[in-house]
């Protein structure tokens, strides 16, 4: 599958353009770089944004759209069908001359040519390239070239996320690193008493400072690791929203990650981000940019196999990572920080 589209051909700048995305939370995080780099670049046109109800936090938090819209059903496209033409007469008011369908599928799809826009573009969902670059090449295919990406995203709000960090004492003395043991399935886990030995030997030589942050799901993971790192670990786990976590994000030197939301808004945000890929594409998905790193499967045989269980039972593309190693990558990555590569021509 490629990029579909019709492209913008006038000489002037549309007055609308609606982008939409309806994935998981992560994937929604990565078109928003590029997205303000479109909105950099047309200045005087109205963008706004569709996106699944529960992701809205973070797109309204940001100052690039003029206005987000949410959409009901959760993750079920059939209830998402259902709910997709409520939105149809506001959208119709706005006469978007431009669609660029960040998602394809069918209520995507549905929504595209219900407003029937003179210029558009389809997400290529099945190439093997990073989503970032399919989200640049889908936005060029509604006739808008993009000089640069920057992976810095800002918060309109700088002050989300401290107040946070003070009330669960904070020492912003010390530098913050932030872990991440959120991947959605055991074959993504890298194991919690490693990530406790890397946060030893890290606090050691750096005196730092962790924080877990994340959904509730990871609770006990962190539970487990404050156990071991007493107060030098402060469990966010459950504790914020996502522009709160980016804000905290934003205040760390480091941050150590499975695939998950959480690993797309670091990076995204310009912030040091070292990822630990097991099953996971890592073509698909893995941080772009030299701000990052990636230990991924690709190497092995049954490399990203995507399965929710490891066939051999060990889930050896993640276990052969010691925490000793984990660290000296960390290190690597930091030394090239000073000298790195955030803006993607």
Not at 308 to 336: I, K, M, N, W
Request: positive net charge; hydrophobic residues 40%; contains cysteine.
């Amino acid at each position: 599958m490629a990029v579909t589209g019709k492209p913008w051909r006038r000489r002037e700048s549309p007055t609308s353009i609606l982008a939409i995305r309806l994935q998981a939370f992560g994937d929604v995080t990565i078109t928003l770089p590029y997205l303000r780099a479109l909105r950099n670049q047309l200045p005087s046109t109205r963008i706004d944004f569709l996106t699944r109800a529960e992701d809205v936090d973070l797109p309204r938090a940001l100052g690039v759209f003029d206005r987000v819209h949410a959409l009901q059903g959760g993750r079920s496209e059939r209830v998402q069908l259902m709910a997709a033409p409520l939105l149809f007469p506001g959208l119709l008011r706005r006469r978007y001359p431009v669609v660029i369908d960040l998602q394809n599928n069918r209520v995507s799809r549905a929504v595209r040519r219900f407003i029937s826009p003179g210029a558009w573009s389809a997400f290529d969902r099945e190439s093997p390239t990073s989503a970032g670059e399919r989200t640049r090449l889908t936005i060029q295919a509604a006739g808008f070239s993009l000089s640069d990406v920057e992976f810095k995203l800002s918060l309109t709000d700088s002050n989300l996320g401290a107040r946070v960090l003070r009330e669960a004492n904070w020492d912003p003395g010390r530098p913050l690193v932030v872990l991440s043991p959120a991947g959605a399935m055991p074959t993504r886990n890298w194991p919690v008493e490693r990530y406790v030995r890397f946060a030893q030997i890290w606090r050691e030589q750096y005196g730092a400072q962790f924080a877990v942050l994340g959904l509730g799901t990871v609770a006990s993971k962190a539970t487990a690791m404050q156990a071991a790192l007493g107060d030098s670990l402060i469990n966010l786990a459950g504790r914020t929203s996502a522009p709160e976590a980016m804000g905290i994000l934003q205040r760390s030197s480091l941050v150590l990650t499975e695939d998950c939301g959480l690993m797309h808004m670091a990076w995204t945000s310009g912030v040091p981000t070292l990822a630990l890929f097991g099953s996971s594409r890592h073509e698909w998905s893995a941080p772009i940019g030299d701000h990052t790193a990636c230990l991924h499967s690709g190497d092995l045989p049954c490399g990203a196999c995507m399965d929710a269980s490891c066939r051999f039972g060990d889930v050896h593309c993640l276990t052969r990572y010691t925490p000793e190693q984990v660290v000296a990558e960390a290190e690597r990555l930091l030394a090239r920080v000073t000298r790195a590569v955030r803006v993607v021509n």
